[in-house]
């Protein structure tokens, strides 16, 4: 930002949050109650952040689980669906 002198200087700071993503997932999980839980396409995507992030994997199976399941709500069995549980089983293999 331009001074009184015409010299442009600049502030550098860090910002740190800790477990920054678990409260991302937190608020994925808190958003999934609502009325965005009602997309398939939603656990979805929060199931590919999970899985992305390899955080989470257990309840990201979950979620894409009931992104396919067709009695609760209307669920999708698709190809974008298969690839990610599949990942996520691979990474929760030992």
């Known amino acids: 930002m331009p001074t009184c002198n015409g010299k442009i200087k600049r502030l550098v700071f860090k910002v740190e949050v800790p477990a ?7 608020q994925m999980r808190a958003e999934l109650t609502s009325f965005a ?3 398939y396409a939603n656990w979805l995507k929060c199931a ?12 990201g199976l979950e979620w894409v689980n009931i992104s396919m399941n ?3 709500f209307n669920g999708q069995k698709s190809f974008c ?3 990610n549980q599949g990942g ?3 990474l929760l293999k030992p």
């Open 88 to 90: 996520i089983l691979r």
């Open 81 to 83: 669906c298969l690839p």
């Open 20 to 26: 920054g993503m678990q409260l991302y997932v937190d």
């Open 70 to 72: 067709n009695d609760r």
């Open 37 to 39: 839980g009602f997309n």
């Open 48 to 59: 590919q952040f999970c899985q992305n992030n390899k955080i989470n994997l257990e309840e």
